[in-house]
């Protein structure tokens, strides 16, 4: 399959004129491609901000060991997990894409975190200037 990343890169290269003070990506080690390719590109556009690295639970099986732990209330995490389900409809015929699967990895890294609700949102991070 033809490989775009140059169209991506381009994409980026616009995003430079902003400097947001929290930026979102793929982990590293995403076993998707286009997610590893998006988290480079971020970490080669934004090289002096705070980058949380998320992870997308799937069939590939390539969840990790996360730094950072953010715990949250129950009643976020079904906010959040109801918007999942609604914002990625392309997603909805894969096996593993239930909500269940979400609210479980929430209550798994807040088990880790010993979080007070029970349930945390788990990033890692490269570098954390504090």
Not at 87 to 92: I, L, T
Not at 108 to 129: D, H, I, T
Request: proline share 5%.
């Amino acid at each position: 399959m033809p490989f775009h990343g140059a169209e991506v890169k381009v994409a980026f290269e616009e995003l430079k004129s902003i400097s947001p003070d929290l930026i979102f990506t793929h982990n590293r080690d995403d076993a998707h491609q286009d997610h590893r390719l998006l988290c480079d590109l971020t970490w080669n556009t934004f090289r002096n901000h705070l980058i949380l690295e998320y992870e997308v639970p799937k069939y590939d099986g390539d969840m990790g060991r996360p730094s950072v732990y953010f715990p949250l209330e129950e009643e976020l995490c079904r906010k959040k997990v109801q918007f999942l389900m609604e914002a990625f409809p392309s997603q909805q015929s894969k096996h593993w894409f239930r909500s269940d699967t979400f609210f479980s990895l929430l209550r798994l890294r807040g088990m880790e975190c010993n979080s007070p609700s029970g349930y945390a949102e788990a990033f890692y991070s490269r570098k954390l200037v504090l």
